[in-house]
């Protein structure tokens, strides 16, 4: 009988056979695990708590993508605000370049959201419901009845209340945590649309956390792919040192000359991706640690010194001269001090208020029994303050009684747009060549003040009309 072929490993998350392979660590406790946890779980507090914050009686941060008004720090950008939103991602951008030239992924091992939940929340509730490392890969063995245990049943359980949790927190960033609170207390017949929002949200979390975990890193996230240009020789990575670590030789059978790695194949077991750091820099490392904290522990047990897997770079362990200042090091901050500068030059100068004086809807002009000539104007106002304010418009160039407005002045509160309908009547004779030129001026009664050059429309002569005309103006303090 012919014996049955051992299925091999082709990637470190697929068998030779196409099936997946579950990655199934071992924890390695150690001082760079120790600071990790410190650094996750204050994230995870900023994460919960940021939603209920208020800064100029606005939240801290809130993206309302329905609306195309995002609030960051207490102040509102609407979609007109082009160059500062720009300015701020290009900044961010940049950011993530300098950080990556100069410590690696540093990123994706200490402050990723899937790394920091994925390894401190939902891995340590699975070895706890599953017994470790072992009990998780005997459910594997198991395959159906494995995931029909009740260990198993009762984990999957406790992630869908977590995955709730992170959901309801996570759409707080984007709808506001009093419109989420109605949300939570309606039933969701009042209001399907935002009830599948978050059932979708909630499965994704699920999904990703539950089945498809590191392939998040290693086929979704983009970034390992981008370390080939961002990384260069110079810049930190956690490394295996193969001048000390080479021959590998077995502790029981060491030899003279046998560099300091034993073979135990700790590295490899406690890496939450999968590789053996010891082949070199690979796209799947996300510079975890976990490597590190268990090669230090068996360092330790055989009396060698630590560090044999540590943070270095690619030039420090192939003995060449480690140099801190580097074309990359230092075109990076001048470009971020340039964006994120400007960026703030731009929001320094920004008016409180925007405004945009477009044309009535329907004809550009009407002409009245009496002979006058009627132009509707719709003056939209967006208020950028943290107050209220009251809006009051004015016309120069016309005399006094022409301007009819309904609602004079305008409350907007803060953050919200309003418009404003303003009918101008003036005889026939103001206009020249079909057209009459007017400044709108917009005061809010607290120093801020603006003033639009607007054409209004009229005859030629009577039986001819001037095309439709519609002016925007960014505001001027």
Request: charged share 20%; glycine share 8%.
């Amino acid at each position: 009988m012919t014996a049955p072929v051992a299925v091999g490993r082709v990637l470190p998350t697929m068998n030779e056979d196409g099936s997946r392979r579950w990655i199934r660590p071992k924890l390695s406790p150690g001082k760079f695990w120790v600071r990790r946890r410190a650094v996750a779980y204050a994230l995870m507090v900023i994460f919960f708590i940021i939603p209920y914050l208020r800064m100029n009686g606005m939240p801290l941060v809130l993206l309302d993508l329905p609306l195309r008004r995002f609030t960051i720090l207490g102040s509102t950008f609407f979609p007109t605000d082009t160059l500062l939103l720009m300015l701020l991602v290009l900044s961010i951008l940049i950011g993530i370049f300098l950080m990556t030239a100069l410590a690696g992924r540093v990123w994706c091992g200490w402050a990723c959201p899937q790394t920091v939940y994925m390894e401190f929340v939902f891995r340590p509730i699975e070895r706890l419901f599953e017994g470790g490392r072992s009990g998780s890969m005997r459910f594997d063995r198991e395959h159906a009845r494995g995931q029909l245990h009740p260990r198993r049943l009762a984990k999957y359980a406790v992630y869908l209340v977590l995955s709730l949790f992170l959901a309801h927190t996570f759409l707080a960033y984007f709808v506001g945590i009093d419109r989420l609170v109605m949300w939570v207390r309606r039933s969701p017949v009042e209001h399907p649309t935002s009830f599948l929002v978050m059932a979708f949200t909630t499965a994704a979390i699920m999904v990703d956390f539950t089945w498809f975990r590191e392939q998040t890193c290693l086929v979704a996230c983009p970034y390992g792919r981008w370390q080939s240009v961002l990384l260069d020789r110079q810049s930190l990575i956690v490394a295996y040192d193969g001048n000390r670590g080479e021959p590998r030789s077995r502790d029981r059978e060491r030899v003279e000359g046998a560099g300091d790695c034993i073979d135990c194949g700790a590295c490899v077991l406690t890496c939450p991706t999968g590789i053996d750091i010891r082949d070199g820099l690979q796209m799947e490392c996300i510079h975890c640690t976990q490597c590190a904290d268990a090669c230090d522990a068996i360092m330790s047990r055989v009396g060698k010194p630590p560090g044999l897997i540590r943070y270095s770079s690619r030039a420090a362990l192939e003995g060449e001269r480690v140099r801190r200042l580097r074309p990359r090091v230092v075109l990076y901050p001048a470009a971020l001090s340039l964006a994120f500068g400007g960026f703030l030059v731009a929001l320094i100068l920004r008016t409180p208020a925007d405004i945009t004086v477009m044309r009535g809807l329907g004809a550009p002009f009407a002409v009245e029994a009496d002979g006058r000539v009627a132009n509707q104007l719709r003056i939209k106002i967006t208020n950028r303050d943290p107050q209220s304010h009251e809006y009051a418009v004015s016309l120069e160039g016309v005399e006094p009684g022409a301007m009819i407005a309904p609602q004079n002045p305008i409350p907007v509160g803060p953050g919200r747009t309003a418009i404003m309908d303003v009918f101008v009547m003036l005889p026939a004779a103001e206009f020249h060549d079909g057209e009459h030129r007017v400044t709108v001026r917009i005061a809010d009664g607290a120093g801020y003040t603006d003033a639009v050059t607007y054409r209004l429309v009229g005859p030629e002569h009577p039986d001819a009309a001037g095309p439709p005309h519609e002016s925007k103006k960014e505001p001027r303090s």
